[in-house]
């Protein structure tokens, strides 16, 4: 069994074959997801898993150089989604429309489909290097 808290087998394998600058989605249960990247679809009742959880998965075995979110996606009081991993807090996400973000996403390796139902709650990591 695995030390770290990330147990999904096939989110573990895609992490592990990340080169630097690819990119994976994890989005709400609207986004649409293209034919091309792979799909690991979570989603298993409305806000189960949440988006928040599965970043926080996600980030205990990814290094992030980077993230986009969609300019639509509603701010907090510190600039942010409310659902913007603290894990983050040192990469600053690029915004584009929403309509760009889809487009985007055709590029990626994966999304990941969560059960998140907050309008705009999807992110673009980009994979960093550990060295």
Known sequence: MKRSPLLHADISYLIATLGHGDTIVIGDAGLPIPTGPQRIDLAVLRGVPTLAQTLQAVLSEMVVEGSVIAQEAPLAANGLPAWYPTELAGVRPQTVSHEEFKRLTQSARAIIRTGECTPYANI???????F
Do not use: E
């Not at 673009?124 to 550990?130: H, K, P, Q, S, T």
């Open 124 to 130: 673009i990591l980009r994979a960093g290097v550990a």
